[in-house]
Nanobody
Framework: QVQLVGSGGGLVQAGGSLRLSCAAS????????MAWYRQAPGKQRELVAS???????NYADSVKGRFTISRDNANDTVYLQMKSLKPEDTAVYYC???????????????WGQGTQVTVSS
């Protein structure tokens, strides 16, 4: 069994910062891509940022220059540092990882439980 547990959300004023963390645990052979998605009320879930096992990153245009994704491979953890937050960043943030549980098995996508980020104006 594999679990992704996210943390670090909260309420912050516009212009402030937050750091999200998401740790994978359980029976894990390897982790490929790790990512953060978000879903605002009434909107579809969207990709915020992703990072490959080699460290290559990708960002949504709306967060470029403000958010930084990173990962700690030794601890199977992905982070999202968010700066200069805007009210439109308000959403539930979900971590996502592509994980291989055994060397011979397929890669599967796992999701964290979501953490609320609220940015007040």
């Amino acid at each position: 069994q594999v679990q992704l547990v996210g943390s670090g959300g909260g309420l912050v004023q516009a212009g402030g910062s937050l750091r999200l963390s998401c740790a994978a645990s359980g029976s894990i052979f390897s982790i490929n891509n790790m990512a953060w998605y978000r879903q605002a009320p009434g909107k579809q879930r969207e990709l915020v940022a992703s990072i490959s096992s080699g460290g290559s990153t990708n960002y949504a245009d709306s967060v470029k220059g403000r958010f930084t994704i990173s990962r700690d491979n030794a601890n199977d953890t992905v982070y999202l540092q968010m700066k200069s937050l805007k009210p439109e960043d308000t959403a539930v943030y979900y971590c996502n990882s592509v994980i291989k549980r055994w060397s011979w098995g397929p890669s599967q996508v796992y999701w964290g439980q979501g953490t609320q980020v609220t940015v007040s104006s």
